[in-house]
């Protein structure tokens, strides 16, 4: 039963309509817009997730350490199959969350490096140094897995997108040395520890060009050229840098070429850019892969970028031509980037490709999140009537994890704000942070999914808020204005989609809140955060509040 607010002075007629219509209708379905217009994106670090398949966790020999110090980069077991488990278990649904960014599960370097300073083993189960662009990593899963990933989300209106690197592959570690018969190591290198690792790898010989070559990468290393100063030429923590700049035709690696199982086959006329292009746009044309996340785009130039994206596009229609029963809906592929440091203006690499930009500013906003007007205020004048810009995040996997004595009122900010939103895994449940090298602090915040402790009062909040919305284009490009201070009151209308919401934060008991200029007199309310419902009476809603008020529009049939 549906709960009347005793202290409403209301006609019985319009009382008992409204009951009617509270027992009767759904909440109306009013105003979720495209996906790009309400970007709910949900960031799994797949290796930390669920481990759905403990068969594949040791895949080219990679194994767990004792402690949790040693243990702290090497691969957990997380997979597509435990993806698929949660996706079918509804979790991602009953957040609202609209997309599933996933780390490259596309093969990674087989073995580990030197962690930190020389602290940890780490293995490439961030998905960060790829190996074969063009098939799985065993870790992650098959193929069928993936396919029952990305079918099992598309079910439920829910997109995948990938993590993508373009400006560099993985190092070349003594394990995939060892595994593809590349002659540059040391004899007994099988006993290298995190001390004596580069003993076993001869820097020195002329074999370099057996891996990527001097065509493909700067690498410092025989034969190569050295990784420049400028931001396009760098080598990031002297990883090998791609060459995606170049013009010169290529043809596959030798040890690429004669890898088992690789799909990689020379392209007469292609240049690096081209590969990478090719590569990574054929997962979208074979499993319908809705977009990318592009990491490190400060450090690719924005041609690739732009060409990525146009490729992309055809790849996905493609595949929609395909695929008619599998697809969600018409829209294009849908990319977001990662250049370090943006914050919440309009990036000038959406000129180049990208529909949105990963807003780093967000999650130093912090203090304001308690009174978060002047936030909203800001962020609402820069989206207002335009398709999300800015990806909000609360924590991050290459920052720091938000304050977790504070994940409520991060929650509500992250959640109302304008923009986009990204969620990292764990910051609805309240996920501790792991063990903190001295050296990589970072690895922390990759710790494994609480499943078995989680916060359930905080889960419930979250899952409130995101459904609200997920139903609500308004909250993302509307219109922001402040109703009231104390309470704080504020609404979005995004008159678009006929899209309309009020919102009261910090409020609890009974309330009379105004919602005069955004709702009519007799219009039944309903409070998304508790269930309740209200009749606007004299431009105003009296109702019982807990915490947060999230005021949506109820009609007899739901469009």
């Not at 292009?277 to 400060?298: A, H, M, P, Q």
Request: charged share 25%; glycine share 10%.
């Amino acid at each position: 039963m549906i709960p009347v607010p005793r202290f409403q002075s209301v006609s019985r007629a319009v009382l008992a309509a409204s009951c009617l219509l509270a027992v009767s209708a759904p909440v109306r379905a009013v105003g979720p817009g495209s996906f790009a217009d309400n970007p709910i994106v949900y960031f799994v670090m797949t290796d930390r997730f669920v481990n759905g398949n403990p068969a594949n966790d040791s895949s080219y020999g990679r194994q767990r350490e004792a402690t949790p110090k040693e243990d702290v980069a090497t691969f957990h077991g997380g997979d597509l199959k435990g993806l698929t488990q949660k996706l079918q278990a509804g979790y991602f649904k009953q957040l609202g969350v609209n997309a599933l960014w996933i780390t490259a599960p596309y093969e990674q370097i087989h073995g580990w490096i030197q962690g930190g300073n020389k602290e940890f083993k780490h293995y490439a189960y961030h998905g960060y140094y790829a190996l074969d662009y063009t098939v799985l990593d065993q870790n992650m899963g098959t193929p069928e897995e993936l396919r029952e990933v990305v079918d099992t989300a598309h079910a439920q209106g829910i997109r995948i997108l990938f993590d993508v690197v373009m400006n560099h592959p993985g190092y070349l570690d003594l394990q995939t040395a060892r595994d593809l018969k590349i002659n540059l190591l040391w004899p007994g290198s099988e006993k290298a520890n995190l001390r004596t690792y580069h003993n076993f790898i001869d820097y020195n010989s002329d074999n370099w060009g057996d891996w990527w070559g001097r065509p493909w990468v700067r690498a410092g290393l025989p034969g190569y050229l050295d990784g420049g100063r400028s931001d396009l030429t760098m080598q990031l923590a002297f990883l090998p840098d791609f060459r995606t700049e170049s013009t010169e035709a290529v043809k596959v690696p030798k040890f690429l070429s004669e890898k088992p199982g690789t799909r990689a086959v020379d392209l007469p006329g292609t240049t690096v850019r081209g590969y990478l292009i090719k590569w990574l746009t054929d997962w979208v044309r074979e499993y319908g892969i809705d977009g990318f996340r592009c990491d490190t785009v400060k450090h690719v130039e924005p041609e690739a970028w732009m060409a990525l994206k146009q490729e992309g596009v055809k790849a996905l229609a493609e595949w929609k031509t395909k695929n008619p029963t599998k697809k969600i809906d018409d829209a294009a592929f849908w990319m977001v980037g990662e250049y370090w440091g943006v914050g919440p203006e309009r990036s000038k690499m959406l000129t180049a490709g990208f529909d949105a930009m990963i807003n780093f500013n967000f999650q130093e906003r912090g203090k304001a999140f308690a009174k978060p007007e002047g936030l909203f205020s800001e962020y609402a004048k820069l989206q207002a009537g335009k398709a999300p810009h800015m990806l909000n995040y609360l924590s991050s996997h290459d920052t720091q994890l938000f304050d977790r004595d504070k994940l409520m009122e991060g929650g509500t900010a992250l959640l109302l704000a304008p923009g986009g939103v990204q969620i990292f895994y764990g910051d609805e449940s309240g996920r501790p942070l792991g063990y903190v090298p001295n050296t990589d602090p970072q690895q922390a915040t990759r710790s494994d999914m609480n499943w078995n402790a989680m916060d359930e009062k905080l889960l419930a909040h979250w899952r409130k808020l995101g459904t609200f919305r997920a139903r609500h284009q308004a909250l993302a490009r509307g219109e922001h204005r402040q109703m009231s201070e104390a309470p704080y009151v504020f609404s979005r209308i995004d008159p678009t989609v006929d899209d309309l919401v009020v919102v009261a934060l910090g409020t609890t008991g009974e309330v009379a809140l105004n919602v005069s200029g955004v709702f009519a007199d007799g219009q039944l309310l309903r409070d998304a955060y508790t269930g309740r419902t209200a009749v606007v009476e004299k431009g105003s809603v009296k109702l019982q509040a807990e915490r947060v008020v999230l005021l949506e529009r109820m009609d007899a049939t739901a469009r």
